[in-house]
């Protein structure tokens, strides 16, 4: 079967699951569990979308509204070709007065139902229903009309674009920018009396083709049509090449059998791990965050083939499945590692992905924020880097090694570090080089250095702690390739965060060109919109905790554990200090408060962990569970931040495990609570890792002692040695905290090296 699939589709990776043992009827099964609704009413900024879609596949739909109040639909989408973005052509399903037909049609619609595998909708203002379900590259729907006294219509749009019809099927394109097109070919169940262009109250099957802004054909049936079948494939390459994808994929117009096929696909896919115990709502939040961390990267190899926008040319994949659409500032921190424990091979093909977008496009500088279009080169820094180290560390040797260091190396030292810039090196990367650190304009200060984007702030503080970080795993990948010199060089750069650290305040504090700490300042609010005049999307109080390489450090700069530990306290106690519209107003991206603390974003993840560097983790065994329990929960504002495609579910996948990875590129995971009673996690080597709490009751959040296969465990860690080599950690857990375990100096996590 893994021969077949994977030579048919080229990127789905499956694995022998013995679903029936496991889930047998009537249990729920994984996918079951699964609630697309989940965070679909924002706190502040953008909603998670009830993505309609196969596993990290090419294919990716969901309706078209604001968010889940949204009044109307715009249409029937037909691809999404980026996270969070509009769909590429739309289905409008009409009858009526063909004068008032439209390129898209907007809906009312009622009884909506949404599984990762399937969707259907009521179209109730039209007396229409709609069904849907997805394969890789191709999809179905069936849209059946109850108005049998009227011809029933199907309109097609391209938002940008140019269709093509021969008067049975319709194929084109849609233009994406940087000289990229999604294509499409669709074909219907029965003869449509007529395809073509619209005008007024006529179809005109003259227009071969059409093209344009919002072109569209309309496809009329004749009266007594009750029912319509579509299906369609999508392809990068070529309409033919989205013939081939249907026809390979949905031979017949059986709905039912492709949405079944998708669950399947699906229970196989989240049932890598299995949970036993905890609630139903726990439950609930842990597939559903597990299913959102497969929409990206995705697969856009057809037959073998993908089209890079790298550098505008169709490649041979060379046998390896060619990914993209990832935004690696969200997801190196997490998504990345959790592949490499259930999905190592997908993790390969992608780092193989990412190389090669380096080598394909100019200058050969490694992405940062890769999609089907090109690198948007979004955000700060450039954690491409850590994500190669982190594979390499945990094992992994199916990439080259000396090839990746080029381009992360090029990717920090010739492109500036300015953020959401693509622009080579210049005066403020020199002074990075020369003194170790991003300097900060005064208050005041105009900006005039041309490499930072005009509608952006240098954000020095978070670039710095960054961009150290960058360094050391720069530094560690040359010390694996033996280069002794540039490791030294890069190591000892990796220190320099000590140059923006106020001793006197303990927080890293942004300084000017002349070596001086901005003053007066806020560590709440004097960093500008969004922080960006010193940090990035959060305040100081956030990044004064972001220095994942080295915590050992940060505990020693701080004044020891016990003074780590009270101003780790003190975050979480320290109030917004303004009403909520006012800081929300300057940090949109700070939500999911607890004091100063933001659950909501993606550099605040680790740091409930931190508390085990210091000795403590009935500490961090306390907070995560709390921090689950107050902001992931099984419901429409169930996410406190945006979601990033699995940059944020990761983080709740992981804590309800009861570890986390806070140092990527360093192989190893840093425990918390976990939340259920039994989990068998099946690696991507075929071995089974199985978490066992004993004493177990929601409410015993606390780890009395621990064992790993057998021996006695009091260490607040554990090796990614340990967990591939397969076997149990067992915890007897407890109500209240044990605050001897893992307490001593020899029990707290590596720091900077293993």
Known sequence: MKQILYLLLGCLIPFQFLTAKMYSSPERTPVDYVNPYIGNISHLLVPTYPTVHLPNSMLRVYPERENFTGNTINGLPLIVTSHRGSSAFNLSPYQGELQKAGSIIQYGYDNEVIKPYYYSVDLDDDGMYVQYAPSHQSGIYQIDFSQTDKPAYLIFNTRDGELKTDGKSISGYQKLGNHTQVYIYLETDQQPLKIGTHQGAVIRTTDKSTQGHNAYYILEYPKGTASVLL?????????????????????????????????????????????????????????????????????????????????????????????????????????????????????????????????????????????????????????????????????????????????????????????????????????????????????????????????????????????????????????????????????????????????????????????????????????????????????????????????????????????????????????????????????????????????????????????????????????????????????????????????LTSFVVFSMMGFYPVTPGLPMYVIGSPVFENQTIRLSNGKTFQIVCRNYSPENKFIQSAKLNGKVWDQSWFSHEDLMKGGVLEFVMGKRPNKAWAAGDDAVPPSFAM
């Open 231 to 647: 299906r369609y494939g999508v392809s990068f390459i070529s309409s033919e090449q989205a013939k081939q994808n249907l026809r390979r994929e949905i031979k017949n117009y059986n709905l039912q059998a492709v949405a079944d096929k998708g669950r399947s696909v699906w229970n196989e896919t989240l049932g890598k791990i299995f949970v036993k115990g905890g609630t139903e709502n726990e439950k609930t939040v842990f597939y559903t965050s597990l299913y959102r961390t497969y929409e990206r990267m995705i697969c856009i190899s057809e037959d073998g083939r993908y089209f890079s926008a790298y550098d505008g040319q169709v490649h041979d994949d060379e046998g390896i499945p060619f990914y993209v659409d990832d935004w690696i500032w969200d997801t190196y921190r997490a998504t990345h590692p959790l592949r490499l424990i259930i999905e190592t091979e997908m993790e390969s093909n992608m780092v193989n992905s990412l190389i090669r977008m380096a080598y394909q496009m100019q200058p050969n500088w490694m992405p940062t924020f890769p999609e089907i279009n090109g690198d948007s080169r979004r955000m700060n820094c450039n954690h491409g880097v850590a994500t190669v180290l982190d594979a390499y560390n945990k094992g992994m040797r199916s990439f080259d090694l000396a090839k990746a260091y080029q381009v992360c190396k090029a990717a920090i030292t010739e492109k500036t570090l300015a953020p959401w810039s693509s622009k080579p090196a210049g005066v403020l990367d020199q002074f990075y080089k020369d003194h170790g650190y991003f300097p900060a304009l005064a208050v005041g200060e105009q900006e005039t250095v041309p490499e930072v984007h005009s509608w952006e702030r240098r954000q020095p503080a978070a670039v710095t702690l960054g961009t150290v970080y960058d360094e050391w795993c720069l530094g560690n990948i040359a010390q694996a390739l033996g280069d002794k010199k540039e490791a030294d060089y890069f190591l000892k750069r990796s220190l320099n965060y000590h140059k923006i650290f106020n001793k006197e305040t303990c927080f890293f504090h942004p300084k000017d060109s002349f070596g001086n700490f901005i003053q007066p300042f806020d560590y709440r609010y004097s960093s500008g919109v969004g922080g960006r005049d010193a940090y990035d999307e959060n305040n100081g109080w956030v990044y004064r905790w972001d220095l994942p390489h080295n915590v050992a450090d940060l505990v020693n700069m701080m004044g020891g554990k016990e003074r780590f530990v009270e101003e780790l306290e003190r975050m979480y106690s320290t109030p917004l200090g303004k009403g909520r519209p006012d800081f929300h107003h300057q940090f949109g991206d700070h939500t999911g408060n607890v004091g100063q603390f933001s659950m909501g974003n993606e550099p605040a993840m680790h740091i409930p962990y931190l508390y085990n560097y210091a000795g403590q983790p009935w500490r961090t065994q306390k907070r995560v569970r709390n921090l689950l329990t107050q902001w992931f929960r099984n419901d429409l504002m169930g996410i406190p931040g945006d979601e990033d495609g699995g940059g």
